[in-house]
């Protein structure tokens, strides 16, 4: 079978330390997350302060903790939050996330990732291997085994659940325990990735709807935010992808 090997780009690395080191409140050694808005608030604005960025307010906190990481477009942001996400199942043991996509097309271009990086990343981490799956309508009883206790990864675009019409968010009589399929994703209290939140909570729908997955904790990742009042906890932007060479310079 064919190895694949990744390089190992320190920007990288920085950015998914930076996200590991405010929800640890800057402590090497815990392996509990910081959730109390009060402690979170002040490893925030260490983080903050350590990269030169100004703080806003605590508007972030609210409804649930929400933070922006900025990735050039062409340096990986696809595997900066992959690998974040294996590094809080591997620190803090946190098993269910969820990866919320604007589009179809990009959603083929992350589960191509999640299929081609499984082995790789949990060599890398020296953990778990993730299980994942995308969200289909049509075989909504995946889902009943997402609120279990498995290294859990699901796929989805915003439109699958950003309408009370969606099947998700139907009431079922049988199966579900009588609720809605949305309830087995909301009882496990996920982590949130966003890729592209320009594209997907832009809207009041597109906020509810992700307010409506109940997250722990929502990671943004774009090269163009344009919501500004959430911290900003790593930036790899323009500047910085010239100077390192991860973009093409013009002669």
Request: glycine share 4%.
């Amino acid at each position: 079978m064919l190895k694949l090997n990744y390089e190992k780009l320190p920007y990288q690395q920085k950015a998914v330390k930076a996200v590991v080191n405010t929800l640890s409140g800057h402590n090497e050694l815990s392996n509990n997350m910081v959730l109390d808005p009060e402690q979170l608030d002040e490893s925030v604005r260490e983080t903050l302060l350590n990269n030169h960025q100004k703080y806003e307010s605590l508007d972030y906190l609210s409804p649930f903790p929400q933070f922006n990481i900025e990735m050039e477009t062409g340096t990986g942001k696809t595997m900066v939050y992959l690998q974040t996400i294996m590094a809080l199942h591997k620190r803090f043991n946190e098993n269910k996330f969820v990866i919320v996509v604007p589009s179809r097309a990009i959603k083929s271009g992350v589960e191509d990732s999640l299929k081609k990086l499984k082995l790789y990343l949990s060599n890398v981490y020296n953990t778990d291997k993730y299980h994942y799956f995308v969200y289909d309508s049509k075989q909504i009883s995946e889902l009943q085994n997402f609120a279990g206790s498995n290294f859990e990864i699901m796929l989805t675009t915003v439109q699958a659940f950003n309408k009370s019409t969606n099947v998700i968010n139907q009431e079922y009589n049988e199966g579900f325990f009588g609720g809605r399929p949305l309830d087995q994703i909301r009882d496990a209290n996920p982590i949130v990735i966003i890729d592209e939140p320009q594209s997907v909570d832009s809207t009041k729908s597109g906020k509810e709807a992700i307010t409506s997955l109940n997250p722990k904790v929502a990671l943004r990742y774009s090269a163009t935010h344009k919501d500004r009042q959430y911290p900003m906890l790593y930036e790899f932007g323009p500047a910085q992808a010239y100077q390192d060479h991860m973009v093409k310079h013009i002669e």
